[in-house]
């Protein structure tokens, strides 16, 4: 079933979207904090602890790299559509160390039935730190309940 005003489902099932996409356990292991949720948006943020600096110390790729999977992933589950990943891109730009507040934007570029491509920002003190592109693809479910518009 397609819906056809993905805005409206939004709207009316944020709640129950913010709080699936909130609880996501990997997200909560790493202490990512979802700040902010839209259609086709979100905004996480992340402190640098010790733990996830690399051998020069500064924050590990695999870090940012999963601040920013989150965010895409908050982005382009938004309209309570199943949604996976089928590719990301990433070019670093700056390194961050130990303390430093990440945080990510995710903002839809591109959507249709099937396919969504976004861009993700993670920046630190204002510094873009990395850039992503990701691109997701839709399935026929939804997380919600959804019945016939």
């Known amino acids: 079933m397609i819906y056809p005003n993905e805005q409206e489902l939004h709207t009316k099932y944020y709640e129950q979207i913010y709080e699936k996409l909130r609880q996501d356990p990997y997200a909560r292991f790493l202490g990512i904090e979802l700040k902010e949720l839209g259609p086709g948006t979100a905004i996480a943020e992340l402190e640098v602890q010790d733990h996830m600096l690399n051998a020069h110390g500064t924050t590990h790729g695999a870090v940012i790299f999963a601040l920013a999977d989150f965010v895409f992933a908050v982005a382009c589950n938004s309209y309570g559509k199943t949604s996976v990943a089928l590719s990301m891109n990433v070019d670093f730009l700056a ?13 839809e570029e591109k959507r249709n039935n099937r396919t969504a491509w ?21 399935k026929n479910d ?8």
């Open 118 to 138: 976004y861009r993700i920002e993670v920046e630190s003190d204002g510094e873009l730190v990395s850039i992503f592109s990701g691109l997701a693809y839709r």
């Open 142 to 149: 939804y997380f919600v309940p959804v019945s016939e518009p």
């Open 95 to 107: 390194a961050s160390t130990k303390g430093a507040r990440l945080k990510a934007t995710a903002a």
